[in-house]
């Protein structure tokens, strides 16, 4: 029988999380937003107003009103069960912490359905590390999207050697459906093919920070001119937002140091990337 996914719910509405609900909306997914509190789904829903106007002004297929539609069509929530009680397809986008989606997922296996599919759009941890708290490891795979869906809009599909092969097949459609480019990975590997080539691009960049040898706008202008890269490490830094590297820092067994500095002079500063207004560059707030 031919898998069908109709209704999507996205667990998380930081920047990535909130991206995808409103792709998956656009593309004319049904679409339920989660989150933890009333705060943080004023703060999604002021995001999906923020990506209505993005896409007038970037995407040509928002004409005539979709932009809109597809923010107001979201439904958001912050019970844990509405979210997930029809879901076909849910995509976790929680904090890039182990012991948190562990405990996402042996909350979320309750209230599904059996027919659900569970995606994990970690960057950086290994499905296997999740699938036993999932309780339905043959429904259970990665699914990693690039940020700025829009426009760099490639899909890292990963699954487990336990991963149905038909459950595999269904969320790599369900990924062209919606607009992204299906990068189907044959095995497990932390950090898929894009995070495995950028992280440690990133982490070089901070190196050189922390360690005095240059500023971060010279690092950035360095890989621009030397590569023909239309962006620098720090202004891609700025963009992913800097608690995600962080997390993957501070959890990592030669991350500590670099952990400490990001914590140190930006992040308990509120220097948080674009969204915050600061990170390693300001921005106005147009």
Do not use: C
């Not at 070089?204 to 023909?228: N, Q």
Request: hydrophobic letters at 45%; zero cysteines; proline letters at 5%.
């Amino acid at each position: 029988m031919t898998i069908q996914i109709r209704k999507v719910t996205v667990l998380g509405t930081g920047v990535l999380g909130s991206q995808i609900a409103y792709q998956s909306a656009f593309s004319g997914f049904e679409v339920t937003a989660y989150d933890i509190s009333d705060d943080a789904l004023a703060a999604a829903g002021a995001r999906f107003t923020e990506l209505a106007a993005t896409y007038r002004d970037e995407v040509p297929a928002a004409a005539g009103g979709k932009a809109d539609k597809a923010a107001a069509g979201i439904t958001l929530t912050a019970d844990l069960a509405a979210a997930v009680k029809d879901a076909d397809l849910v995509i976790e986008a929680v904090p890039e912490v182990l012991t948190i989606k562990q405990q996402t997922y042996q909350h979320l296996s309750e209230f599904a359905p059996e027919r659900t599919i569970f995606a994990t759009n970690s960057s950086t941890l290994l499905p296997s590390d999740i699938k036993d708290f999932t309780g339905r490891p043959d429904k259970f795979l990665a699914l990693h999207f690039a940020n700025q869906v829009w426009k760099y809009n490639t899909a890292e599909v990963m699954g487990t050697p336990e991963t149905d092969p038909e459950v595999y097949q269904a969320v790599v459609d369900f990924a062209a459906a919606i607009g992204m480019v299906p990068i189907e990975l044959h095995k497990e590997k932390a950090g898929y093919v894009l995070n495995s080539l950028l992280v440690p691009l990133l982490n070089s960049a901070m190196a050189l920070a922390a360690g005095g040898y240059a500023e971060p706008e010279a690092v950035d202008k360095t890989w621009r001119i030397g590569t023909g890269a239309p962006v620098g490490p720090f202004q891609i830094l700025d963009v992913v937002g800097l608690n995600t590297p962080y997390n993957i820092l501070v959890n990592s067994e030669d991350g500590q140091e670099l952990a400490a500095w990001l914590k140190a002079n930006y992040i308990d500063k509120g220097k948080l990337g674009i969204a915050s207004g600061e990170g390693f560059y300001r921005y106005s707030a147009e």
